[in-house]
């Protein structure tokens, strides 16, 4: 079980932050080609976005579950488990308030496609992407503390070659 587990939160964090990097870079040409009208744009938007973050669930919750049963097997350090954890909880957390309380506001404002954008849609696309930006961030923190070495054994000594004594 916790082989699988590793694998399993190993697996969700990289795909995770490898998703989000590649859906951005996508994204960011999809809206951006002069070739597409404003009605083009639009649509992408509300075609793309409701499966990023469906994603992201979907990702983010498997290595949240993978990190409660971690926890218990001592393969990190106590404070290792608990800020992996942490930065875990806070992306899925950050992930679910973005979508209700900036994106689907977004989408309401470019709904129906091709409408004028009011005012505030600049405030809430900037938002948008800052709070992407962290939550791509504390996931990649993660998937860098996850896939580093297993250290279940925390040094506590030094020898007087300089060695590193490990004890349990």
Not at 17 to 23: H, K, L, N, Q
Not at 29 to 38: C, G, R, W
Not at 59 to 71: D, E, N
Not at 113 to 142: C, D, E, M, T, W
Request: aromatic content about 12%; hydrophobic content about 50%; charged content about 10%.
């Amino acid at each position: 079980m916790q082989s699988f587990n590793l694998v399993l939160i190993r697996f969700c964090l990289s795909a995770w932050v490898g998703a989000a990097v590649i859906f951005v870079i996508n994204g960011v040409q999809d809206v951006t080609f002069q070739p597409f009208d404003s009605l083009t744009r639009d649509q992408l938007i509300t075609l793309h976005f409701p499966v990023y973050y469906t994603i992201a669930w979907v990702l983010l919750t498997g290595s949240f579950v993978s990190s409660l049963v971690l926890r218990t097997k001592n393969i990190w350090s106590r404070n290792k488990a608990n800020l992996i954890t942490a930065l875990i909880m806070l992306s899925l957390a950050i992930s679910v308030v973005d979508y209700f309380w900036i994106y689907l506001p977004l989408e309401s404002m470019i709904t129906p496609a091709g409408s004028p954008r009011p005012a505030q849609f600049h405030h809430y696309h900037q938002a948008s992407k800052y709070i992407n930006s962290v939550n791509i961030l504390l996931a990649l923190i993660a998937a860098i503390l996850v896939n580093g070495p297993l250290l279940s054994r925390m040094p506590t000594s030094s020898d007087a070659d300089g060695s590193v004594t490990n004890v349990k």
